[in-house]
């Protein structure tokens, strides 16, 4: 359905072959057509199986040797990097439900052609958007059953369950209505969840599904646009991410470095907060504050430098002064001075610490005495 919504949108099908060509992927092609469901107009995207080569969705494959597939592939470094970092996050997520090592995962549906190549194909459709960031409704999940190889289960089936966990779900509909590959792509790629955002659409796709629903239509629609800036005053608004994780078992000689890594990575913000955990432990939660399109690199960062199992995200808005940079003339030497303006009209100023250090340590002046001689020679007529 992702397939069918980004081909509807632009995503020509002949480059997306020739991109899914590039995996050393025998017995499939790529086929496309219009279709209706309940009355809307939805390209429905097909991975037809060759005969010869396993049956539709249950070919058994290994973690290792869908990993090794991507990599040998002549495919972008950066689609290689996305499309194996959610293969080995599946494969975390079967394992746990079967209580097994991921490297002794074989996948069943997901690990056959067609699923491969809808995770592969999604990666490269949605490079091909240029997005900045994804936003998702809340996932409908469907209700009753659905039986798989390992036999019959509730909607969501475990590793379903389990990818969305921290994503705002609802159950509405007969059926299994989000698919693990599914949950697997939009968990991957959204930065948030909810109503529509602010924006001005420029264009819609419509994927179709395979079966007809009762009372709606069987699509994913993919709305693409430009964000459009709410009025915050005339200071600047800006969409910021918040990720949090706890831990409590993650030596401090460990997290002492982490901020200056979290901040190096781009993190606008990031700082520790002590909390009481289960079982009366003491432990740290680390807060990092970032623009949606750093969210990966900076989760790589708290996963391999903590021991942290998951990472909390939430999307919000934060107003902010328009600041510059003046250099205040002390006796002891030129400090930098930070302004926060609104407007046009001062808010804040405030001398650089740094500099204030340097300055301190260079003339022999108490660090508070050059901090104060900066910000009286910023606010003396005619300082720049």
Not at 341 to 346: K, L
């Amino acid at each position: 359905m992702l397939l069918g919504a980004l081909v509807d949108l632009g995503l020509p099908l002949d480059d997306l072959r020739r991109e899914l060509a590039k995996l050393k992927l025998e017995g499939f092609t790529l086929e496309s057509r219009r279709v209706h469901r309940s009355g809307l107009h939805a390209t429905k995207v097909d991975v037809v199986i060759e005969h010869g080569h396993g049956h539709h969705g249950h070919e058994h494959r290994g973690i290792r040797e869908i990993v090794t597939l991507v990599e040998q592939s002549r495919l972008e470094d950066a689609v290689k990097e996305r499309a194996t970092a959610l293969f080995r996050r599946l494969a975390e997520v079967e394992a746990a439900v079967h209580g097994v090592p991921p490297e002794d995962v074989h996948f069943h549906e997901v690990g056959a052609v067609d699923a491969i190549v809808d995770v592969v194909g999604a990666v490269i459709g949605l490079r091909w958007l240029r997005a900045d960031r994804f936003v998702a409704s809340a996932l409908n999940v469907g209700t009753g059953t659905v039986t798989m190889s390992h036999g019959t289960f509730p909607v969501p089936p475990p590793a379903t369950a389990r990818l969305v966990q921290g994503v705002p779900v609802y159950g509405a509909g007969e059926g299994e209505l989000l698919t693990p590959t599914g949950a697997l792509l939009v968990t991957g790629f959204a930065s948030a969840y909810g109503p529509l955002p602010l924006l001005r659409p420029e264009a819609i796709g419509h994927g179709a599904g395979s079966r007809e629903v009762a009372g709606r239509p069987n699509v994913l629609r993919v709305i693409v646009g430009d964000t459009v800036e709410p009025q915050v005053g005339e200071g600047t608004g800006e969409t910021i991410l918040v990720l949090e994780t706890e831990v409590d078992d993650t030596p401090p000689q460990l997290l002492a470095p982490l901020l200056d890594r979290l901040l190096a990575a781009g993190a606008k913000d990031a700082y520790f907060t002590s909390i009481h955990m289960k079982k009366g432990r003491p432990g740290i939660l680390i807060s990092v504050l970032c623009e949606p399109a750093l969210r990966e690199a900076l989760e790589e960062v708290l996963f391999r430098g903590t021991t942290t199992l998951g990472i909390r995200r939430q999307e919000g808005r934060r107003s902010v002064l328009d600041r510059d940079f003046a250099t205040a003339k002390t006796p002891y030497g030129d400090v930098r001075v930070k302004v926060g303006r609104r407007g046009g009209e001062v808010y804040n100023i405030q001398p650089e610490f740094e500099d204030c250090e340097r300055v301190a340590a260079a003339s022999g002046a108490p660090v508070k005495e050059v901090w104060a001689a900066a910000l009286g020679a910023y606010r003396r007529p005619g300082a720049s």
